[in-house]
């Protein structure tokens, strides 16, 4: 999926699927339909599915941020 189709199918406050893709010092990288958001201040293991929430989204720097659902 690209950063255009997710933007055309999510909104902030949706709970989305994804997989831990990169743990940082400041949280957790998520993968999603071949884009990546940041779970700020969550840590879970590189590989693990998780379900969470998107907080919010920038279409300029083509990111969003997450939180568990």
């Known amino acids: 999926m ?3 189709d997710f933007l055309a199918r999510h909104q902030v406050g949706d709970v989305i699927e994804g997989v831990v893709t990169e743990q ?11 884009c990546t958001g ?11 599915r998780v ?13 969003f941020s997450l939180a568990p659902a």
């Open 51 to 63: 379900s969470v929430r998107i907080l919010a989204i920038d279409p300029e720097q083509q990111r």
């Open 38 to 48: 940041l779970a700020y201040q969550q840590t879970w293991p590189v590989g693990a």
């Open 24 to 34: 940082v010092p400041f949280g957790s990288f998520i993968e999603s339909g071949g």
């Open 2 to 4: 690209s950063w255009q």
